[in-house]
Nanobody
Framework: QVQLVESGGGTVQAGSSLRLSCAAS?????????MAWFRQAPGNEREGIGE???????PYTNSVKGRFTISRDNAKNTLYLLIDSLKPEDAAMYYC???????????????WGQGTQVTVSS
């Protein structure tokens, strides 16, 4: 059973940077595996930010938007999301998700973390 735990959220000033973490456990290294970041603000639909697909070799980023950078620390089994130049509209609950389907490609994501809240002060 894949388990995901996000951390790193908080209240930050507009214009600053923030790095979120997602610690993963319970997945098989030998199988196809994807991890992704999503966010959801009150009253809005959940929005995908980016994902990384692993096929047992080097990971690559399928899609990353503008000010967001996704990276992974293999030794720590942790996925990161770096958000640069934070804006008030970046305030949301940020979620990490995982998919250990057969691939190729990623999704649907059937494992989710509890989320970490990001608040941006202007």
């Amino acid at each position: 059973q894949v388990q995901l735990v996000e951390s790193g959220g908080g209240t930050v000033q507009a214009g600053s940077s923030l790095r979120l973490s997602c610690a993963a456990s319970g997945y098989s290294y030998s199988r196809h595996f994807c991890m992704a970041w999503f966010r959801q603000a009150p009253g809005n639909e959940r929005e995908g930010i980016g994902e990384i697909e692993f096929d047992g070799s080097a990971p690559y980023t399928n899609s990353v938007k503008g000010r967001f950078t996704i990276s992974r620390d293999n030794a720590k089994n942790t996925l990161y999301l770096l958000i640069d130049s934070l804006k008030p509209e970046d305030a949301a609950m940020y979620y990490c998700a995982a998919d250990q389907g057969v691939g190729p490609g990623c999704g649907p994501y059937n494992y989710w973390g509890q989320g970490t809240q990001v608040t941006v002060s202007s």
